[in-house]
């Protein structure tokens, strides 16, 4: 099946650099990066791993007196990490056309959550996610242009044994994308497999380290601990060479002060101890800061999704990761609707945009979730790589030089003089507009029915469901990983 391509060209411009949303000023980002290191020094972390503890302390982190699971991080410790940190990191696609350079300012999408529910195709309907869900939506990111990585966003509520989750959604990543694949892992023993089954996809563990083409997620549990089965497996994979995202989710009013300076220090802060802890179990392993966080809702204390401050914080850590030039992955792009809506369109173009002009390096869940990041939906998938294209145009900002100005032109027509026929016109009329494949442009009196923009998204959803399967992996490949791990579901179309 040939890729299908809505972008704003048919040219991939994935990385596009921006600044042009910064929350915060200069005295700003140094206040917070100072306080971050303060915190870190004289309050410390709350640390339950046993592999972590020891890496800490070996690396100058110094033990609480009153309470001994507390290692205060001393400035110097954090310092050396932030400096021995990977500040450029590749994540590789096993088409060389899908790599993702985190770096700077560059900007990338993609999807995440982790969703445990999807509206099904047939029915809209909630229901339970599967591994056929895992597939489909690994199958959408193939040809979705403006989505440049997947990061595995249903749980495949089908997978009885928790060991088993991780090797079945990576696996049917693995072989329905050559997009680079990230994904959360829920135990050391799944991890271990994942780390393994790569392996055998690369060829051997040296090449998997040389050109990953898979990342994993861990995280800092708010407020400021670390706990036992994210720190072990944080230490695994730092000991293995391979990108590990240390995120970090503090909610305002709950896990955080409930000021959006107190949320974007906390944010800082514990992303910040993360990477320490990467680099104390192996300098220079590839560590990439986190930040997921939002607000909280104070009627009912839930976390909220779509709130506009939400991309406010995510803005000003970007900023934050720029300052002492880490990679980030970032959050954008999600809704509290429950259905594709108005409200789904609207939280979700704001916060791409906002997010997406601060410069955030992987911006994750941008895509297809809404619920507060509990469902997702294959229509708004579509609709929102749509937006996603729209996001791009902004970035790529407005060109201007001789030949854009065109000044010669203007003087050579006169006034009262089209340029239509121009060749001017001919050479820019591709790539200067974005142009939707789903938004209906028509005049009213040429509108058809069922021709809007959710049943375009709709009749996309079906064209890729109702294409045949092509794996992604090498057939032997794929049958050694299938033989080596039985509890591996097979697809139900297979």
């Known amino acids: 099946m040939h890729r299908i391509a809505i972008s704003t060209t048919s040219v991939r411009r994935t990385g596009l650099c921006s600044s042009l949303y910064q929350p915060l000023n200069e005295e700003d980002v140094r206040q917070i990066a100072e306080s971050a290191l303060d915190v870190l020094e004289k309050s410390g972390m709350a640390v339950y791993s046993r592999s972590a503890r020891d890496a800490l302390l070996k690396a100058g982190a110094v033990a609480a007196t009153d309470d001994p699971t507390v290692l205060r991080l001393p400035r110097s410790l954090v310092e050396d990490a932030v400096a021995s940190n990977p500040s450029s990191i590749t994540l590789f696609g096993r088409d060389d056309a899908c790599d993702v350079v985190l770096e700077k300012n560059r900007v990338h ?130 000991e293995q060479g391979l990108p590990v995202v240390v995120p970090t989710e503090p909610i305002c009013g709950t896990t955080s002060p409930i000021t959006l300076a107190g949320n974007v220090l906390t944010h800082i802060a514990e992303t910040l101890a993360g990477i320490a802890l990467v680099q104390a179990v192996r300098p220079g392993a590839p560590g990439i800061c986190g930040s997921v966080g939002s607000i909280t809702n104070l009627r009912t204390m839930d976390h909220v999704g779509g709130a506009i401050e939400r991309a406010m914080i995510n803005a000003a850590v970007a900023q934050l990761a720029q300052h002492f030039e880490l990679p980030l992955y970032s959050t954008g792009g999600t809704t509290d ?126 064209e890729i469901r109702n294409a045949p399967p092509e794996p992604c992996l090498d057939p032997s490949t794929r049958e050694e990983i299938l033989a080596a791990y039985p509890a591996i579901h097979r697809p139900t179309n297979s």
């Open 109 to 238: 999408y993609g999807t995440g959550g982790t969703a445990i529910y999807v509206l099904d195709p047939d029915t809209g309907n909630r229901r339970n996610s599967t591994v056929d869900d895992v597939i489909l939506n690994a199958r959408m990111i193939e040809q979705l242009e403006n989505l440049h990585l997947f990061t595995i966003n249903v749980f495949p509520h089908d997978v009885a044994k928790q060991d088993d989750i991780d090797v079945n959604r990576f696996f049917h990543a693995l072989d329905n994308t050559t997009k680079h694949v990230m994904g959360g892992v829920y135990s050391m023993t799944g991890c271990r497999q994942v780390v393994e089954m790569a392996q055998r996809i690369a060829g051997s563990a040296k090449r998997l380290r040389h050109r990953p083409f898979v990342s994993f997620i861990t995280l800092i549990i708010s407020p400021f601990k670390i706990d036992d089965n994210y720190g072990e497996i944080t230490c695994y994979l730092a």
């Open 337 to 462: 609707a429950k259905d594709v809506n108005p409200q789904s369109a609207y939280e979700s173009a704001m916060s791409s945009l906002l997010v997406a002009m601060s410069g955030a390096n992987y911006i994750h869940d941008i895509a297809g979730l809404m619920e507060a990041d509990l469902t997702v939906s294959y229509e708004k998938l579509v609709m929102d790589n749509e937006i996603l294209g729209m996001c791009q145009r902004v970035l790529r900002g407005i060109e201007v030089n001789d030949e854009t100005l065109a000044v010669d032109l203007m003087i050579e027509k006169g006034p009262g003089s089209d340029y239509i026929a121009e060749e001017h016109t001919v050479r820019h009329m591709r790539g200067e507009f974005f142009q939707p494949q789903l938004a209906n442009r028509q005049k009213r009196t040429s509108l058809k029915p069922d021709d809007d923009a959710m049943a375009r998204a709709r009749r996309f959803v079906d």
